[in-house]
């Protein structure tokens, strides 16, 4: 069954499952196994420091790991940026995670921001990202956290950490060359310029880039087009794509033979070979 669509404000039915997560700066939303999270802090630019933006991605992604009832996440902003990055203004007076000795920075890095890159690595199901404007510093790296990358015209990228005379704190530098490649992370990292979204096409940070009016409507179309596929399947094929980036062939076959027996037993493949037979749509059940 659809669910329909959900604020957090409200309390879902029971019946329908367990209650999503309450969240202090953005809205999660629901609807045909896609969950939608919007960053809500425009009067920063949805800065990650100075905000609860990061603790509320790492609670979606934790519970959408343990709902079934979810196959993609989309990640965006609410007005002019997609996220900022760190807040350049507690930077210069030295609050909030920037305030403390080197001990004391390191450890609130540790706590906080750098827990985004280890959760959304570890995510079970596709996360896309659809970039609505500017993503700079760290914003630029949780964009690149995402497994697919849509953008609108109006977006720019830029690893400008060196600008500000600091290092890429919360894993970018591990996340880029990945994406791109050594050579065009090191450049991009080491001249702190930004991109705008037509070249970051070309670079292939953006699988595509659209007029602003259609960034959503495409985000969605896509995040639903996945999220109509076996759940099952869908999850055991996620935590395959980001098994393969750390091991050696040998033993990456050896889990791609023990996922594949698994998928073979699930009721979803049956009816997967059945509507491909009978030429039908198929309808699944996520078991």
Known sequence: MK????????????????????????????????????????????ALTGTALTEDIIT??????????????VLTGAGSAFSSGGNVKEMQSQSGTFEG????????????????????????IPVIAAVNGPAIGAGFDLANMCDIRLASTRAKVGETFINLGITPGDGGAWFMQRLMGYQRAAELTFTGRVVEAAEALKLGIFLEVLEPEELM???????????????????????????????????????????????????????????????????????
């Open 217 to 287: 409507p495409r985000t969605m179309e896509l995040a639903r087009q996945i999220a109509s596929k076996p759940p099952v399947t869908l999850r055991l094929t996620k935590r395959m794509m980001k098994l393969a980036q750390r091991s050696d062939l040998p033993d990456f076959l050896d889990l791609c033979a023990c996922f594949q027996s698994l998928a073979h037993h699930t009721d979803d493949h049956i009816e997967a070979v059945n509507a491909f037979l009978d030429k039908r749509d198929p309808h699944y059940k996520g078991e």
């Open 3 to 46: 669910s329909s669509a959900r604020n957090l404000s409200l309390i879902p039915n029971p019946k329908e499952g367990p209650v999503m997560p309450k969240l202090k700066d953005c809205t999660l939303t629901l609807e045909d196994r896609v969950a939608v999270l919007t960053f809500q802090r425009d009067d920063v630019r949805n």
């Open 60 to 73: 979606t992604v934790n519970w959408v790991n343990s709902e079934d009832r979810v196959s993609v996440l």
């Open 101 to 124: 000795s080197p001990v004391q920075v390191q450890d609130k890095y540790r706590r906080g921001i750098q827990q985004i890159p280890l959760v959304l690595h570890k995510a079970e």
